[in-house]
């Protein structure tokens, strides 16, 4: 877990946990640079050594960097700091739908209806940019605090490029209890796989549980496969007819039997707003291969071998724990903290269908004057002469029906006597008008008018924006597709050309190619020589090459000074590509080293640990009362500090306790006790040496002291000092040599 206040990539500060997943822990986040709340997804650190779950983890950020769209939830970064993978996405405050599912029960259908159509819009932005989601689910709809849909977590997604499908090998990816039949079996997943997880989610919503429940993945996976879905209104009896047929066509076995568009599936969801009870959907009919379970639904089962079946069940990947590998993510994510602290701020009570109240008028005025629309969708389904007696089996026996079948009747013949009328109305205006004005000649202007209304002028979106491009165009209900070329002429990101070019009148919802600059066409240029220099002179000789500077993390260097550039990635003279990323790694000087501890050492140990650490040191010296003479006593920096090598380290070595000074008396013609008594006295230690002649001093003075009187000394020096014996004897005359000499020598004795 990542602390609160750390910062990834010097912009992204960590606020707070607010969930966790399989794969990876979400937290609140700033963004400084941008000034805005995020959410940020940082892998966890048992995947972060996997390449699997890396290359996974950057292809959920990669499906969804490109796409910006109101109904998606938007990815903004994605990096790696410090060993840490993270990716930057927009933070929905919010409530899954399958926690808002679980908290109602189930949804009304109008509410249904409103959410279907911003998930499937979602959906549709995906499809636009070539990437197929693949796991569809209420735990991946999330709805914002102001009632916005937003389609999250494209973990699984993969980008389909130039193919419209993309083969499932090994592994079923998305969740089983909404994967469609194609992805059970490993087989071929496109557009309409994605349909098919839509119309499980929609009809979650409207029953409150998934159609297929087991106690294993494999068992749940077959029943998609092998078992037809029971009709919503078995269970909801007051279900609208549109939407009901909307789930099923959603849901065909067959992928082909589906809605080929989430664009069609669109129209008749809002279609479904302001005629519920309207019978436009189209349900084509199949050939049954399984009698006993789809006789009466019309629609083919389809059947997996023995072998295909036991290697289904064989899969290691499809296991019992499959659910918890690729479930959840973002449910998890922003559920495990966050819905406790957040639930109570957003009540999406029975109030939600308050935010849908004003919907019906809105797409109502959409539909009101299209008077022709019912005899359009119509003319589709006249030679079907089968279809009503299939779609009257299976809805005879419904009460509702029952009780108001003749009621029913009637207002459906009353409604398409009044549609007919209107159409024959306005029709006959128009030619009226028409023909006033010179409009209709020949007899050949209905027929051109009918045309024309289908047909609209493709606009130009040259030198636009693929944003501004897709805005304009949908004006027209005209779709998008863009690829990329390089340009000399057409900035980065602007569109060179468009097919079919503008003014040229084509049908509705018709996809205009559009071809968008990615700039001049990329030239060779050579890594320069930066190694040494400064950090800004480094930028400035690459960017003079047009190469992108990246700064790598620092390192500590002893050979190059700090601020200075240690190595550079691509390695200098290499030939790259204009507007490469070059990654400079900047010296932070010295590595740093710790202190020793000084203190109780010796000065020659202490010099001699310094020495060690690359350290020098200055001594000084002072009196202590508690450290020995010669010994350590303090230093100026702590030990263990990290300090640059070559730094001087000052410390104080001991002199012992402080001594007293004291002057010394003068003891001369003092007898030797009045001598001792007076150095005692003043704090010094006599010391008698003996005593000889002296003709100054009496026998018994003191006539010497070692240490003159008045100096200044220690407390407790020595003094020394000698005693007189007075004056020394006379010589004998020499004539009395013998006797004198036989005296001393009698004397002596």
Known sequence: MIKEGVFLGKRYEILGR?????????????????????????????????????????????????????????????GQDRGLYYMVMELVEGITLKDYIEKKGK??????????????????????????????????????????????????????TSTATQAVTT????????????????????????????GITMYEMITGHVPFDGDSTVTVALKHLNEVIKSP????????????CIIMKCTQKLPNKRYMSCEELLQDLKHSLVDPEGDFVVLDGVTRRMPATSQDTGRTTVVMSPDELNRMKNRQNYNDDYDDDYDDDYDDDYED??????????????????????????RRSRYDDDDDYDDRRKSRYDDDDD???????RYDDRNRRKKNEVNKDTKKIMKILMVVAGVVIALLIMFLVGNAVGVFKGGKGTTTQQTDSEMVKV??????????????????????HKSTAPSDTVAKGKIISQDPADGKKVKKHTTVNVVISSGEEAKMTTIPSVVGLAEADAEKALQAKNLVVKKGDPVYSDDVEQGEVVSVSPSEGAEVKEGTTVTLVISKGNQPTKVPKLTGKSQSDAEAALSQAGLSGNATEDYSD?????????????????????????????????????????????????????LKEAGLTPEYIGEDYSDEYPKGQVFYQSVSSGTQVEKGTTVQYMVSKGSQPSAPDSGNSGNDSGTEENTNQ
């Open 459 to 480: 606009p130009d979106v040259t030198g636009k924006t693929y944003e501004e491009a897709q805005k304009e165009l949908n004006k027209y209900d005209l779709g998008i």
């Open 18 to 78: 607010i969930g966790s997943g399989g794969m990876a822990d979400v937290y609140k986040g700033k963004d400084h640079k941008l000034n805005r709340f995020v959410a940020i997804k940082v892998l966890k650190s048992t995947y972060r050594s996997d390449e699997t779950f890396i290359k996974k983890f950057l292809s959920e950020a990669q499906a969804a960097a490109g796409l910006m769209h109101p109904n998606v939830v938007n990815v903004y970064d994605v």
């Open 107 to 160: 949804l009304s259908a109008k509410e249904t209806i409103s959410i279907s159509i911003q998930m499937v819009t979602g959906i549709q932005a995906a499809h636009n940019c070539h990437i197929i989601h693949r796991d569809i689910k209420p735990q991946n709809i999330i709805i914002s605090k102001d009632g916005k849909v937003k389609v999250t977590d494209f973990g699984i997604a993969r980008a389909t």
């Open 171 to 198: 592994t079923v990816m998305g969740s089983v209890h909404y994967t469609s039949p194609e992805q059970a079996r490993g087989g071929i997943v496109d557009e309409k796989s994605d349909i098919y997880s839509a």
């Open 387 to 393: 279809y009503d007696d299939r779609r009257k089996d």
């Open 233 to 244: 209104a078995e269970e909801v009896p007051d279900i609208p007819y549109s939407l009901e």
């Open 626 to 678: 508690t450290v020995e003479k010669g010994l350590v006593i303090s230093q100026d920096t702590d030990a263990g500090k990290e300090v640059s090598k070559g730094t001087t380290i000052g410390y104080v070595v001991s002199k012992g306790p402080k001594l007293t000074v004291v002057p010394v008396p003068s003891i001369i013609s003092f007898d030797k006790n009045t001598a001792e008594k007076k």
């Open 337 to 362: 903290d966050y819905d406790d602290r957040r639930r109570s701020r957003y009540d999406y009570d029975d109030d939600y269908e308050d935010d849908y109240d004003d919907y019906d008028d809105r």
